[in-house]
């Protein structure tokens, strides 16, 4: 007969052990990470799939997911998910954890991510739920609390993705500087003090980094 397995569980914060993976494990995610992102988004200007305009933020995000995967090797330490549960920083039952629309989640335990938040420009202009998830969830740590980075996808739908960059410097009152890996693209990176919650050990100094999207002419429909 077949021993059945024995799950583990946890409730309680996690030990030193854990926090110490958690905050070593991508002190760097530019060449690990991010030029999967660019290369899965080649790969959708390539092919060109239908992107759903009733719920473009969802249906690109999921998208980019499988192409993102297949630029992978699938011998990296983690795996790309859409919709991971942050369950580090979720209020008490019965609220919901935090979603990030991405995350690149650590096999060795994949209570440890790193997160990527998606947002649809209509210009270079419209960025008040990004500047909000910024400052609300990354800065504050309810977002990426083990990891000293993240990104934001902005999906740009008009105008110039220099002039979003430059407008996101602007609406975040700091600079983005240019990433030296992807000089070609409409990639920067902030970098930022965060507010950590009292007795928490979560990183303060903060990498956001920032990549514009261009879907030029997609039309958003109701």
């Not at 998830?133 to 740590?141: G, I």
Request: charged share 20%; proline share 8%.
């Amino acid at each position: 007969m077949k021993a059945n397995p024995i799950w583990s569980s946890a409730i309680n914060a996690p030990d030193p052990s854990f926090s110490a993976l958690a905050c070593a494990w991508m002190q760097d995610p530019t060449h690990w990470l991010l030029g999967f992102i660019w290369t899965a988004y080649d790969n959708m200007c390539l092919t060109l799939p239908l992107i759903d305009t009733r719920d473009l933020e969802r249906s690109i995000t999921q998208l980019l997911e499988p192409r993102i995967d297949d630029a992978m090797t699938g011998f990296e330490p983690f795996y790309i998910q859409h919709g991971s549960f942050e369950r580090e920083t979720m209020a008490p039952a019965p609220a919901q954890p935090p979603a990030y629309d991405l995350a690149f989640v650590l096999r060795a335990d994949e209570r440890v991510m790193w997160p990527l938040e998606a947002k649809v420009l209509q210009t270079p202009n419209s960025l008040a739920d990004y500047e909000r998830d910024v400052r609300e969830q990354f800065l504050t740590c309810r977002y990426a609390p083990f990891s000293g980075s993240g990104a934001m996808l902005g999906y740009l739908l008009s105008g110039s993705s220099a002039d979003a960059l430059q407008n996101i410097a602007l609406k975040l009152g700091c600079r983005v500087d240019a990433v030296p890996s992807f000089s070609t693209r409409a990639h920067g990176i902030s970098n930022h003090r965060r507010t950590v919650p009292v007795g928490k050990k979560y990183p303060a100094d903060f990498g956001c980094h920032h990549l514009v999207l261009e879907y030029l002419g997609i039309v958003r429909h109701a």
